[in-house]
Structures are given as C-alpha cells and as structure tokens.
C-alpha cells in the first residue's frame, strides 16, 4: 500500500505543473502546434490529479489538513480539463467593452 503523503505529494505536483502551463498558455498560443501540446498536457495533467485525488481520499489521506478537501478538488480539475481543451481562436465571446478603447475619444 503506498503512503497517503506520497499520493498528496503527486497530486500537489500535477496540480501545480497544471497551474503553470496554464498560466503561460498565452506564450504557447503564439504557435498553433505548440499550443495544441501545451493543451493536451494540461489535460491529461488534470486528469491525472482528479485521480490522484480520488485515490488519496479512498486510502484515507488528508490534503492540506483536510480529508474533505480531495474530493471537491478533483471536481474542479475535471472543470478545468474540459475548459483547457476549449479552444476559442481569439473568438470575442464576452461581447463586453474593449478596455483599451475605453477613455479614448476617435479623432477626426
């Protein structure tokens, strides 16, 4: 049986190396290969963590003190593996105001 501190270690990792790809997605777009990699990786990442979460609360394991916390975090890396494969193409879906023309008068 492998100790619940490993598992809550694995999990952390593959949340976290999920959260930097994330948060550099915008540098991965610049290329549509490199962007499409960089999503299939942030997928199968999440993925991987909703399992390992589930796994760490079946074998009884807390993560950050909790035994509560696994569950409803694996939920949200499913959440947020479905939106990594959402792939908008620079499509304006919020239809809201343009923050940088905002304040700026159109010359004549």
């Not at 975090?73 to 908008?88: D, G, H, K, P, Q």
């Given at each position: 049986?492998?100790?619940?501190?490993?598992?809550?270690?694995?999990?952390?990792?593959?949340?976290?190396?999920?959260?930097?790809?994330?948060?550099?997605?915008?540098?991965?777009?610049?290329?549509?290969?490199?962007?499409?990699?960089?999503?299939?990786?942030?997928?199968?990442?999440?993925?991987?963590?909703?399992?390992?979460?589930?796994?760490?609360?079946?074998?009884?394991?807390?993560?950050?003190?909790?035994?509560?916390?696994?569950?409803?975090?694996?939920?949200?890396?499913?959440?947020?593996?479905?939106?990594?494969?959402m792939?908008?193409?620079?499509?304006?879906?919020?239809?809201g105001?343009?923050?940088?023309?905002?304040?700026?008068?159109?010359?004549?």
């Amino acid at each position: 049986m492998v100790d619940p501190a490993v598992i809550e270690q694995l999990a952390e990792t593959l949340c976290g190396v999920s959260a930097v790809l994330f948060t550099f997605i915008a540098t991965f777009s610049r290329s549509p290969r490199a962007e499409l990699i960089a999503q299939n990786v942030i997928f199968a990442t999440l993925m991987l963590a909703a399992g390992v979460l589930w796994w760490l609360s079946l074998s009884g394991g807390t993560m950050w003190g909790s035994n509560y916390l696994p569950l409803p975090l694996s939920v949200v890396c499913v959440v947020l593996a479905i939106s990594a494969r959402m792939n908008i193409k620079g499509e304006n879906i919020s239809f809201g105001a343009n923050p940088h023309s905002i304040g700026r008068r159109e010359e004549e």
